[in-house]
Nanobody, 124 residues
Framework: QVQLVESGGGSVQSGGSLRLSCAVS????????IAWFRQAQGQERSMVAV???????NYADSVKGRFTIERDSATKTGHLQMNSLKPEDTAVYYC??????????????????WGQGTQVTVSS
């Protein structure tokens, strides 16, 4: 059973940066697609970014050019570098993984393993 532990959330002012990390336990790290989702208060969970097992990336339009998703096989960790943060980026951020043989997906319902979530708050 894979387990995900997130870190790196916090509070920053508009224009600031944060780096989220997602430590993935268990073996076969390279067989997973890794995704970051976020859920603002009163809203549905939505995709932020996905990195496939082969390193291809996809981003929500709202974060393109500001956020970067990465993966590190040596440390079995996924990262989300968030720059030029805006108040509308305020949300709980979750990492999730999906076996690569299942194919790419940006839908939260297609991901079976999730981290506990980390709060990101951006003030104006």
């Amino acid at each position: 059973q894979v387990q995900l532990v997130e870190s790196g959330g916090g509070s920053v002012q508009s224009g600031g940066s944060l780096r989220l990390s997602c430590a993935v336990s268990g073996d076969r790290f390279d067989s997973y697609h890794i995704a970051w989702f976020r859920q603002a208060q009163g809203q549905e969970r939505s995709m932020v970014a996905v990195i496939t097992s082969s390193g291809s990336t996809n981003y929500a339009d709202s974060v393109k050019g500001r956020f970067t998703i990465e993966r590190d096989s040596a440390t079995k960790t996924g990262h989300l570098q968030m720059n030029s943060l805006k108040p509308e980026d305020t949300a709980v951020y979750y990492c999730a993984v999906r076996r690569s043989y299942l194919g790419y997906s940006g839908r939260s319902s297609d991901y079976g393993s999730w981290g506990q979530g980390t709060q990101v708050t951006v003030s104006s």
